[in-house]
DNA sequence: GTCTATAGTGCGATAGAC
DNA sequence: GTCTATCGCACTATAGAC
C-alpha cells in the first residue's frame, strides 16, 4: 500500500500544474510537501482556524509570500487538503476492497483496511472530520458523500451477506452507521489508545469481533 | 429529567454569584442563557474560534460591552460552557443508573440515559467534543478525563457482568471505548440520522442490541 | 522563486456616556 | 446594566526588491 503524504502531494502538483506557478516539478513537490505536512501537524493541534498563516510559514520553512504561490487563499488550502485526501483515500479503499469476493472475507478486509489506512494517514483523517464543517457549502456536500460513501461500501457488504445467508437479517444501513463509528474512533480518539498502548491489529481484531457477533449466524460464528 | 440550557445557566449564575458584576438574579440568568445559548449556536455551525463576539453580540441580543459582564474574554467563555455542561451530564448520567443493580439492566440503561441525554443536549455534546483541543492544557486534560469517566462507568458495568457470569469473558476496555464511539456518533452526525428519519430510541435499540449480541453469553441471548 | 515590508481588515477588549 | 465608540493588535493578502 504505497501511500503517504510525499505521494498525495506529488500527485497533486502534477495534477494541478496549470495552477501553481512554479516551474519544477522537484522543488513544487517538496514545498507543498512541507505546506500540507506543517498545516496538518498545526491543525490537528488546534484546529485550521487557530493556525495562522505565520505559524504555517514558520512550520514550513517557507515565507508569507512563498505560500502564496502555491494556493491563493486560506480557505483554498483547506479545500486543497480535504479534496486531496479525500479522493485518494477512497480510491485506495475500493481496490483493496475488489480482491475479497466471499461477504464475510469483505467485510473483514473493509474494516481491516480503512483502519490501516487511518492508521497511515492518522493526521489526514483527522482533518477531514474535525475541518469538515469549516468548508463552504458546496466542499461541505462533498464531505458529507464521502462519509456517506464509506458507510455505502459497508452497507453493500452486509446486504451481499444476507441475500448470500451469510449474515443474518439485520438493518444494514445501521450496522454500517455504527461499524463506521467504530473505525473512526481509531484517529479521534488516538490519545486513548495510544495511552493505553492498543495496537491497530488489536483493535481491527476487536471490532471485527463485534461486528461479526452481531452479524453472523449464531451457527457460523 | 428534568435538565435544560435554561437549568444549567441558572445553577451557573448561584454558584458564581461573586464574578459576575451584574445583581438581580432574574436579568443576570436570562442574559446568561441568551449567550450561551447563541455562542452553543454559532459554534456549532463553523466552530468556536470562528463564531467572532461581534456575531455573538447580534445573535444574543447584547452589546459588545455587556457581554464583557458576563465572562472577562473569549476563552473564559470557552471553559464556562465546557465546565459547567460537562459537571451536569456526568452528575445526571450517575445518578440515573444507581437504580439499577443487575449487569444486563445497568448496561442498558446507561447506553440508553446517555443517548437520551445527548439528544436532549445536542448542542452541548457537539461542542464538548469539537472544542474540547481549543482548551488549555489544564482544562483539556478535565475534558479527557471526562471521556474516560463516562467510559469507565461502562465498563465497571462489563466488568461486574462477567464476574457474576452475565457476560463473557471480553476486553471491557475495548468494549466500552466502542460503545462509547457508537453512543457519540449520535450526536457527531445528526445530519446524518435526521436525513434517515432515525429516532434515538430506534438508535438506541439497535446500539444496545449490538452491545448485547457481543457482550452476553449466545444461551442468554 | 523567494524574500521583506506593508497595506488593509476585522478582531478582542475597554473606556466612558447614559 | 447597557450602550456606542474606539484602541491596539494580529491577521490575510500583496507589492516590489532581489
Redesign the interface.
Known sequence: MAVSIDDLCGEYVREHRADIRIKKEAVAVRNVRAIVSAALKLSC???F??MSLRDLSRESGLSMGALYSYFSSKEELLVLIQSLGRKAVERILRSHIEGESEPRARLRVAVRTHLYLSELLKDWFYFFF?EA??LEDRFRSAA?QS??LTEGIIIDILDEGIRAGVFHEL?S???G??I???M??WYL?R???AR?R?SVD??AD??I??VE??AME?AM?
Open positions: 493541534r488546534k484546529g482556524d487557530a474535525m464543517r469549516r458529507m462519509e456517506l438493518n444501513a445501521l450496522a452507521s455504527v463506521k463509528a467504530m473512526q474512533d480518539k490519545w486513548k489508545y493505553r492498543i488489536e483493535y476487536f471490532v469481533s463485534v457477533a452481531f449464531p460464528v
